[in-house]
């Protein structure tokens, strides 16, 4: 297959909640450009360790190296800024804020960030576009189906063009339709883009689909 560049080094991450450890010693070396899901039975430390990769927690031991930066370096606002700028984030439920259009939701990182409105959401049409939505910008979630506002999700996640996608189980709350149409838009966005994904499932169906699959028992990874 050639040669492939490491973007995420995890050495050893151990997590401990209320003095139960979820994550017992995990490694794994993420490469640009790759497909990666997590599957394995509930309380297995998938959702802890996505949290970890996308520092929205920190492990209690070990490391996290992304394109040669120790992560353990960064603290506070510029944690929050090296995220924003390079990590995109789609949970099972979509959490779109119900009070503003899909052109909105997408473009909110972006004003966040203090990109012009104009500029903003000319990107927020671009992946929106990308994602089959481009006829539902005025749309507010609660006009949107559940697959339509997923793909909200996904499109808001790119808004800052990062480059690494995290997704907690993404399809959890659709049909098998729409978990298809999902799937089919993050290989999409890998091919078209370049983008990194990784994803937790519970599905093996979808699980199989990625270019490699970790399986996590009692905080390990096993395969």
């Given amino acids: 297959m050639g040669y492939y560049k490491s973007m995420l080094i995890a050495d050893s991450l151990y997590k401990s909640y ?8 995990v490694s794994l070396d993420v490469h640009e450009s790759e497909i990666v899901s997590i599957v394995g039975p509930s309380g297995a430390g998938k959702t802890s360790l996505l949290y970890i990769l996308g520092t929205l927690d920190n492990p209690d031991k070990g ?23 390079n990590i995109g984030f789609v949970f099972q439920f979509h959490n779109l804020l119900p009070e503003f259009t899909s052109l909105e939701n997408v473009a909110m990182p972006c004003y966040l960030a203090g990109i012009d409105r104009r500029d903003a959401d000319d990107i927020a049409y671009e992946v929106l576009d990308l994602v089959g939505l481009e006829d539902k910008l005025s749309q507010k979630p609660s006009e949107l189906s559940g697959g339509e506002r997923q793909r909200v999700a996904v499109a808001r996640a790119l808004a800052n063009d990062p480059k690494l996608i995290l997704a907690d189980e993404p399809t959890g709350s659709l049909d098998s ?9 993050f290989f999409d966005i890998r091919d078209k883009l370049g983008k990194t994904i990784i994803y937790v499932t519970h599905d093996e169906y979808f699980a ?3 270019d490699r699959k970790l399986e996590i028992v009692d905080g390990k990874v096993i395969s």
């Fill in 18 to 25: 209320f003095g139960a450890e979820v994550l017992r010693g």
């Fill in 63 to 85: 490391h996290l190296q992304f394109e040669g930066i120790d992560l353990s370096t960064l603290k506070g606002s510029e944690l929050a800024h090296f995220r924003n700028e």
């Fill in 177 to 185: 339709k729409n978990a298809k149409k999902l799937y089919d838009i």
């Fill in 208 to 210: 199989d689909l990625a």
